[in-house]
Structure formats: structure tokens, C-alpha cells
């Protein structure tokens, strides 16, 4: 086959016939359950939306979001009650990941894709940031005052690249109030939105409920402090911590 028609599809522009996906399985002698789910993914891959019912165990799956964010032109996201994994240090994020009981080795293996996300947000090519978080987010004491207080320091000595803003409590409604969400932008594709809930996430490619979330995205933005005046906040809350 073409070479360029295997770059498009590795990088999303084209999707494989169902037919080319069983000769390509069929030569590299892909069966059973792994089989059926590649075929499952390849007749629902034009779909217009891909949900991910189950928080995933198997750090291919742990990385789709990660491969998102690193080809991302520009990435916004909204928070209000936590910091962003992308802005976590290891004990904020081992504190998040660790509830519930799960096995530490399980811990141990997400937060290193954590982290590897967080690497490629340091690359060179790195996509435009834009983290707004709820002033909740930053008081909420995850894992403890020490903690929450190192995660601040490292927030407000972050680059002016990430752009971490902060949107104060209190006022009217807004449509940040209904959860977080994250609007990746592509240079060549459409737009996803991405959802993170307790027990799974969820990936949005409709045109129209993309749209609604852009525009929210708008609003929030409209809300939240500057960059230096966001900065200020943040020490603010570590004065008070410190106190």
C-alpha cells in the first residue's frame, strides 16, 4: 500500500475500509477478543461520538487521551473543583488516584501516564494552553494541607504558556457550573470535546454539541482573572494555608 495512505490513517484524516482492516489483522495474525474489538472500533469509527464506559486498566488505553493532547493545536480546559492532570504534581495526583483503595501498582501505573501527559506538554511543539479553574479547585485539600499547598506553589510558578487563569467563586449561573470539560483544537481535524466523569469519560466529535461547548468555553473565559491577577490569587490562598 501507499505510504501516505497509512500516514492518514495513523494520523486520523482517513478510516480504513472494514475490509483493509481484516487483511491488515489477518497478516499480522491479530484473534479472538483483541480481533473482535478492532473490528468493533473500525465499523463505529465514523460515528459521532465515543464513549469510554469504564475508567480503563491498560495503559494503551490510559495514553489515548495523551496521544490527543500532544497532536493538539490548542488545548482549553475548565475545571472548577480540582486542578487539571496535566498541572498535578505527583502527590496532588497520587492522592486523587489512590481513593477508593485501588491496588498501588494500579496507582503507580496511571500516574505515570500522568505524567508522561504532562512531558509532552513540555515538549517543544507544544499546543496553546488555556487551564481555568474554580476557586474551589484550588482550596478543596486534597491529600492534605502540605499537599495542596505544594500544588499551589507549583501552579503559580508554572510559565505564562499554560495560562492558568482562575475563576472566583460566587455570581450568577454560567455553564461551567454543569462539570469540567476540555475543547481540543486540531490544525488539519475537527474539534473534540472531552469529559471526565467518576467512572468513565467520554469523547465528543458532533459539530453542533461541539459548538455549544466552545461557546461555553467563551463564557467561562469571560469570567475568569488574568494571568498576573490569577497568580496573585493563587499566593493569596497560600498565604492563608500557610497561616
Request: glycine share 6%.
Amino acid at each position: 500500500m501507499h505510504a501516505a495512505e497509512l500516514s492518514n490513517w495513523e494520523l486520523g484524516l482517513r478510516v480504513p475500509r472494514i475490509e483493509e482492516v481484516a487483511l491488515l489483522l489477518g497478516q499480522l495474525r491479530v484473534l479472538g477478543e483483541e480481533r473482535d474489538r478492532l473490528f468493533e472500533l473500525a465499523r463505529t469509527a465514523r460515528e459521532p461520538n465515543w464513549a469510554e464506559k469504564e475508567m480503563p486498566d491498560a495503559p494503551a488505553i490510559l495514553t489515548t487521551l495523551a496521544e490527543y493532547e500532544r497532536t493538539a493545536a490548542a488545548i482549553f480546559s475548565w475545571q472548577p473543583m480540582l486542578v487539571h492532570g496535566l498541572l498535578q504534581t505527583p502527590d496532588y495526583a497520587r492522592a486523587i488516584l489512590s481513593y477508593g483503595g485501588s491496588p498501588a501498582q494500579l496507582v503507580e501505573q496511571r500516574l505515570r501516564v500522568r505524567m508522561v501527559r504532562q512531558a509532552a506538554m513540555r515538549e517543544h511543539r507544544a499546543p496553546e494552553c488555556s487551564f481555568l479553574l474554580g476557586e474551589v479547585a484550588l482550596r478543596q485539600q486534597v491529600g492534605g494541607t502540605e499537599i495542596l499547598t505544594d500544588q499551589l506553589r507549583y501552579l503559580a510558578g508554572l510559565p505564562r504558556r499554560f495560562a492558568v487563569r482562575v475563576v472566583p467563586s460566587g455570581g450568577d449561573f454560567h455553564p461551567g457550573l454543569n462539570g469540567s470539560f476540555a475543547v481540543l483544537e486540531y490544525s488539519d481535524l475537527p474539534s473534540i470535546v472531552f469529559l471526565d466523569q467518576h467512572r468513565g469519560s467520554a469523547y465528543l466529535y458532533d459539530e453542533d454539541q461541539v459548538a455549544d461547548y466552545k461557546s461555553a468555553a467563551k463564557t467561562v473565559t469571560s469570567l475568569a482573572l488574568d494571568v498576573d491577577e490569577s497568580r496573585a490569587f493563587i499566593e493569596g490562598v497560600i498565604a492563608e494555608l500557610e497561616a
